[in-house]
């Protein structure tokens, strides 16, 4: 257990490095994931840790602890009728004559979902030829780690139609176990960075054709929701799209982005 001071100490260390707000009902989540790094480190108490990130002078350390604390729940095509829609816009912003486009997955994990967007994509745009990027953002840099190397165990693939598999993705065996990688087209049209949503304005210029922010204002309280939704007002265009969790709703947050589905708005 951790005295309420220390748990304190460090719910005020994570949101200040993430945003994150952790209650003071996570506890348990707090002992567990901090304590890897205790471990780790060799140390014998929460105190001890907290002494290092305090002489943490590189970030280092704050990055790992991020690493430990961060939630990466994911899957390929989670969530599959909000890449259903993002197919329908693609076909008919190429109808309209568009061809380069420019998409945000602002909390993508180790991968999966902004290369599922990217097969959506590919499929929308058969038989033509686009200039098409996806960002892939995260805090952790052990998930970026994963969705830079597109490399996925049997098991996360499952999700992923048969016939998409053997298009997008390569059999491999390393110590006879089996795994899938995302072929070059997919990768090359991924560019992933490490990025803090608690902290705009973000870097890109846009204007972005749509932004994948999905299930991680869940963990953010109102302040650091509107900076971001804000933010993401100003990257996308006209007509562009934010989807989010099903879980999550903008419902007076913001007054530019206009409710098109669950989870689904798009900026006027």
Not at 14 to 19: D, I, L, N
Not at 96 to 115: K, M, N, V
Request: with cysteine; charged share 25%.
């Amino acid at each position: 257990m951790m005295d309420p001071t220390t748990l304190d100490r460090f719910r005020e260390i994570v949101y200040t490095a993430s945003g994150i707000a952790l209650s003071p009902k996570k506890e348990a989540l707090v002992c567990a994931r901090v304590g890897k790094r205790v471990r780790a480190l060799g140390l014998s108490s929460y105190e001890q840790y907290l002494d290092v990130l305090a002489e943490d002078t590189t970030g280092s350390e704050i990055v790992q602890l991020m690493d430990a604390v961060c939630t990466n729940v994911t899957s390929f095509f989670r969530d599959a009728d909000q890449f259903d829609f993002m197919v329908e816009m693609m076909e008919r912003w190429l109808e309209a004559g568009q061809t380069r486009f420019r998409f945000w997955s602002a909390a993508s994990s180790t991968g999966e979902e902004p290369y599922s967007l990217a097969i959506a994509l590919l499929e929308a745009a058969k038989g033509h030829v686009t200039d098409t990027k996806i960002l892939a953002t995260d805090l952790s840099t052990s998930a970026l780690a994963r969705c830079a190397e597109g490399l996925y165990e049997a098991r996360r693939i499952e999700t992923v139609p048969a016939d998409l598999l053997a298009r997008y993705f390569k059999r491999e065996k390393h110590d006879d176990e089996v795994y899938y990688r995302v072929r070059p087209e997919l990768r090359r049209m991924v560019v992933v960075r490490r990025m803090n949503l608690s902290t705009p304005p973000f870097p890109m210029r846009g204007p972005l054709d749509a932004v994948f922010c999905r299930n991680v204002m869940i963990y953010f309280d109102n302040p650091v929701r509107l900076r971001l939704l804000e933010d993401v007002q100003r990257l996308l265009k006209p007509g562009g799209y934010l989807f989010v969790g099903h879980a999550e709703s903008l419902t007076g947050i913001v007054s530019s982005l206009k409710y098109v589905r669950p989870a689904i708005y798009v900026r006027n």
